[in-house]
């Protein structure tokens, strides 16, 4: 089994910036693709950015493009996603997961965590 834990959420202003933390661990966590994903109440959860052990790192939203870097450590198992310019827009949960097939749609992870919310003022 796989745990994945999300830290690093916050209330912040517009315009600020945030650093998202996500380990996961577990005996078979180890070269799983973790991503982050974003939730509104009463929306679809949409990807946010992804990355591999070797390195592939994707940006899958377009709104977040040259604001928002994701990036991995893999001597930790831990992937981050540093959010600058943040915009009242971005306000949402935001879940961590990992799973084995690289790809921006939620139902391709099997593990979640239990997410932390980002709430941006305006």
């Known amino acids: 089994q796989v745990q994945v834990v999300e830290s690093g959420g916050g209330l912040v202003q517009a315009g600020g910036s945030l650093r998202l933390s996500c380990t996961a661990s577990g005996l078979s966590a180890d070269g799983l693709v973790m991503g982050w994903f974003r939730q509104i109440p009463g929306k679809k959860r949409e990807g946010v950015a992804l990355a591999t052990r070797g390195g592939t790192n994707t940006i899958c939203t377009a709104s977040v493009k040259g604001r928002f870097t994701v990036s991995r450590d893999n001597t930790k198992n831990t992937i981050y996603l540093q959010m600058n310019n943040l915009e009242p827009e971005d306000t949402a949960m935001y879940y961590c997961?990992?799973?084995?097939?690289?790809?921006?749609?939620?139902?391709?992870?099997?593990?979640w965590g239990q997410g932390t919310q980002v709430t941006v003022s305006s």
């Open positions: 997961a990992a799973g084995r097939i690289y790809n921006c749609g939620s139902s391709a992870y099997n593990f």
